[in-house]
């Protein structure tokens, strides 16, 4: 379901937010500004979403605060497991909603506070697009002095064990996914975090290694 950036394919885009004047002004900033997307699904409610014949989408614009009974976890797994991948907008910025989001696997948390032209190129950054020249700002700030931030070279084995567990596997399932023994992929995360901190980007907690991930292109 991921969109391919070299084939020059539009993303499908959904968006899922119950203020309807957001949704309208979200509509038609994507439409008049961002012709590299295809807004094909605004929803105001969770079950509209997914029982949409446009669902799922290449990317899906969710908000966090619903004021539904399905949790932000939920959503999100269920978004992703669908092969979409999910950005998480609020205007609750807090350390645990950012954890639960990414916990869950979404690509990037933005405040609803954020510039639509940085929340849109982030969406490019998350689908592995060509940025459109604007300027962007991230969803948490770089170290200092890694304003341009260096990719860590992974092998081939390392990539993939942060592919999995960025995606919201556990360690184990990492282990299984890979056909290789527990301590043998926690070696390779290990390597992933010694990797990215040499580089100026800590990856310490799970969450900050699923934005590696999405800034690097490892998401699956």
């Not at 799922?56 to 605060?65: A, E, G, K, N, R």
């Not at 506070?113 to 700002?137: C, F, I, Q, Y």
């Not at 360690?171 to 901190?197: D, G, I, P, W």
Request: charged share 25%; glycine share 4%; hydrophobic share 40%.
């Amino acid at each position: 379901m991921d969109t391919d950036a070299r084939s020059g394919s539009r993303v499908r885009l959904a968006i899922l937010d119950d203020h309807e004047l957001l949704l309208d002004s979200l509509s038609s900033w994507i439409a008049t500004r961002a012709p590299d997307f295809d807004l094909v699904l605004t929803a105001p409610t969770w079950f509209e979403l997914v029982q949409s014949d446009q669902f799922p989408t290449d990317l899906v614009l969710l908000d966090f605060q619903l004021q539904e009974p399905v949790s932000i976890e939920a959503r999100v797994r269920t978004c992703r497991a669908a092969g979409a991948k999910v950005i998480v907008l609020t205007s609750l910025d807090t350390v645990e909603a950012r954890d639960r989001a990414f916990d869950a696997g979404a690509s990037a948390f933005l405040s609803k506070a954020m510039p639509l032209g940085e929340v849109m190129e982030t969406a490019r950054r998350v689908m592995g697009m060509e940025s459109t020249g604007e300027p962007v700002r991230d969803w948490r700030p770089l170290p200092k002095g890694a304003q341009h931030p260096a990719r860590p070279k992974l092998s081939t084995s390392e990539r993939e064990a942060l592919a999995l567990y960025a995606s919201g596997y556990s360690m184990a399932e990492v282990a299984s996914q890979m056909n290789v023994q527990y301590e043998t992929a926690k070696t390779y995360l290990r390597r992933v975090r010694e990797k990215y901190s040499r580089a100026g980007r800590p990856a310490s907690t799970k969450a900050d290694l699923i934005r590696r991930a999405a800034e690097d292109g490892h998401l699956q």
